[in-house]
C-alpha cells in the first residue's frame, strides 16, 4: 500500500479588502496571501477498492462534510480514478481562525492523491477543481504567495521577504457566512494596488466586525498590540504580529493567557507542500 506525508501550511492575508459584489452575490476581493512554514499533517494510503474514507480527522467535522474527504471524492470523479483512500489528518491549525486549514488540506489532498493516483491532471486543472471546494482552496494549491482579487481566485504570484509572525488563537470559532452577513461590514473599498499595499493602506474590513461580536478576540487584539502591530487574519479570529526574530515570538508566548493558543511562524513564498512534492520521485503508470 503506498502512502504519503505531506504538510498543509497555514496561510496570513496580509490584508483583506471588499471591493464590491458580483451579480450572483459572491462578494469581490483584495487580499495578499502569504504561507507559513506551519501547519496541518495529512497521511494519505491509496486503496484498491474505490473507498475513500478518513479514518483520522478534525473533531466536530462529520466524515462527509470534511473538506479532505470531499476533495478526494471530486478528484476520483474528475479523473475516472478506480482508487480509494484512507485519509488522516493530523490538525494543527485551528478551526474557525481565518488561517485557511480546511482550505489547505483540501488542496493537499488534491495534489497528493493526483500525484499517488497518477491522475495526471495539471495544476491549473486542479486549481479549478479547488475553487469548487472554496475560493482559498487554488492558492493552496498553486502554492505560492500571491496577490489575489475577484473572489480570491485570481492570483498574481508575488516575492516578498521572509517574515516572523506570532499568531494567536483566542480560543474562538467565527463562522465566515455570519460575518459576510453583517450589516456593519465594509464593502466598498477602493482597488489599491500592491506598491499602496506597501504604503500602509491595506486592513482587514472583517476585524471591527469581529472584534464587535467577539469580545475575547477584541481582547486578544489590545493584549497583542502591547507587543506590536496586531492585525486580524482572513475572516475567523486569529490575530498575527509582525516580529523581528523567533526568539521574540517566544518571549512573547511565555506571556500567552492560558485559554489561548499561539505560535511562532515564518512566512514563506513557496509553500512547504510544493517543495516537500518537488522531492518526490516521479510515478510511472
Known amino acids: ?27 469581490l476581493l483584495q487580499t495578499l496571501f502569504v504561507f507559513l ?4 499533517e495529512i497521511t494519505l494510503s491509496v486503496r484498491d477498492d474505490r473507498v475513500i474514507q478518513r479514518s483520522v480527522g478534525a473533531v466536530g467535522v462529520p466524515e462527509a462534510a470534511d473538506l479532505t474527504v470531499r476533495a478526494a471524492r471530486l478528484l476520483q470523479q474528475v479523473a475516472g ?49 479547488g475553487l469548487r471546494l472554496g475560493a482559498d482552496v487554488p492558492v493552496f494549491v498553486r502554492g505560492h504567495a500571491a496577490w489575489a482579487e475577484g473572489v480570491g481566485e485570481q492570483l498574481t504570484p508575488v516575492s ?10 483566542p480560543g474562538v470559532h467565527v463562522p465566515t457566512a455570519e460575518l459576510f452577513s ?7 473599498c477602493p482597488p489599491i494596488t500592491l506598491a499602496t499595499f506597501h504604503a500602509g493602506l491595506g486592513r482587514n474590513v472583517f476585524q471591527p466586525v469581529v472584534e464587535k461580536r467577539y469580545p475575547e478576540v477584541a481582547t ?10 496586531a492585525v486580524l ?12 526574530s523567533k526568539q521574540d515570538g517566544e518571549i512573547i508566548l511565555q506571556n500567552l493567557p492560558d485559554q489561548w493558543f499561539g505560535f511562532v511562524a515564518s512566512s514563506v513564498n513557496t ?3 510544493q517543495r516537500k512534492l518537488l522531492t518526490l520521485p516521479a510515478l510511472h503508470n
Open 37 to 40: 512554514d506551519f501547519g496541518d
Open 1 to 27: 500500500m503506498q502512502t504519503l506525508t505531506l504538510p498543509a501550511p497555514a496561510k496570513l492575508n496580509l490584508f483583506l479588502h471588499i471591493t464590491g459584489r458580483r451579480a450572483d452575490g459572491y462578494h
Open 233 to 244: 487574519t482572513g475572516s475567523g479570529s486569529c490575530l498575527f504580529a509582525s516580529i523581528e
Open 271 to 273: 509553500s512547504p507542500l
Open 220 to 229: 486578544a487584539l489590545r493584549w497583542l498590540s502591547r507587543y506590536s502591530n
Open 160 to 169: 516578498l521577504p521572509d517574515a516572523w509572525y506570532v499568531v494567536i488563537h
Open 81 to 129: 480514478c478506480s482508487l480509494g483512500a484512507d485519509i488522516q489528518v493530523l490538525k494543527r491549525i485551528p478551526m474557525g481562525g481565518g488561517l485557511g486549514g480546511g482550505s489547505s488540506d483540501a488542496a493537499t489532498v488534491l495534489l497528493g492523491l493526483n500525484y499517488l493516483w497518477r491522475c495526471g491532471l495539471s495544476t491549473d486543472e486542479l486549481a479549478v477543481l
Open 182 to 188: 453583517d450589516s456593519g461590514l465594509t464593502r466598498d
